[in-house]
């Protein structure tokens, strides 16, 4: 069993909708990631936050919206997506603040159909 | 910079038989390696990590990973293949993004095929 847990498991929105998925860890881990995985591909890194603030943006466009409320907590705001955004989202926590080297613990993620 | 290639995209084996999934590493600095698996529509799970002990690794389920810094290479094997071991298996490296601010590369996968 996982020790990050992601809901909703599956999410079908609109492109008009507004939506969110949230991640939810209980080790004490300071390091909260959401990475973005399409079909028989790697993950790809999204966001990075460390003790609470947002460390690394890769770049991703303003319709995907991190939020991390307390340590335990991490947060992924969607609004006006693309249908080329559907994916499998998943979520990460390190107890490492220097990822590099630290154990990343993912979540079964959740899974986005944007229509 | 840092980078890693898996050289195969697909590998099958028979059950009980060894298996060996490749990963050649790319890095600037002592890099740290890991091996992770993912089962059909699950999460990531950490097969084993290397950061610079030992250079012969030993991971979860009978896997285990050598460093070789000469070859630049972090294969992963399993002398006695299961049918639950059939999943994507990742290579990652950690990387630097900028100073202090680290991320870790994934190579691109490789699908293990069990056949019994």
């Known amino acids: 069993d996982t020790e990050v847990t992601q809901t909703p498991k599956h999410l079908v929105m609109g492109m008009t909708n507004k939506k969110s998925l949230k991640c939810e860890q209980h080790?004490?881990?300071?390091?909260m990631y959401w990475y973005k995985q399409k079909a028989k591909k790697p993950p790809e890194l999204m966001f990075v936050?460390?003790?609470?603030?947002?460390?690394i943006n890769e770049s991703v466009p303003s319709r995907f919206s991190p939020e991390c409320p307390n340590s335990s907590l991490l947060n992924l705001h969607l609004h006006a997506l693309q249908p080329e955004d559907s994916a499998l989202y998943l979520c990460?926590?390190?107890?490492?603040?220097?990822?590099?080297?630290?154990?990343?613990?993912f979540g079964e993620g959740s899974r986005l159909t944007v229509l | 910079a840092q980078s890693v290639t898996q050289l195969d995209s697909h590998v099958s084996v028979s059950e009980g038989t060894p298996v060996l999934l490749r990963c050649n590493y790319s890095s600037s600095y002592s890099p740290s390696l890991f091996w992770y698996v993912q089962h059909p529509n699950k999460g990531l799970q950490l097969l084993l990590k290397y950061t610079s002990a030992a250079t012969l690794v030993k991971g979860i389920n009978g896997f285990e990973a050598e460093f070789k810094k000469s070859e630049t290479s972090f294969h992963l094997t399993k002398p006695s293949a299961h049918m639950s071991d059939a999943a994507e298996y990742f290579c990652v490296v950690g990387r630097f993004m900028d100073t202090g601010r680290r991320a870790l590369t994934f190579g691109s996968g490789t699908r293990l095929q069990v056949q019994p």
């Open positions: 990460a926590s390190s107890q490492d603040r220097t990822p590099n080297t630290g154990e990343l613990f």
């Open positions: 936050y460390s003790y609470e603030k947002l460390s």
């Open positions: 080790m004490g881990h300071r390091a």
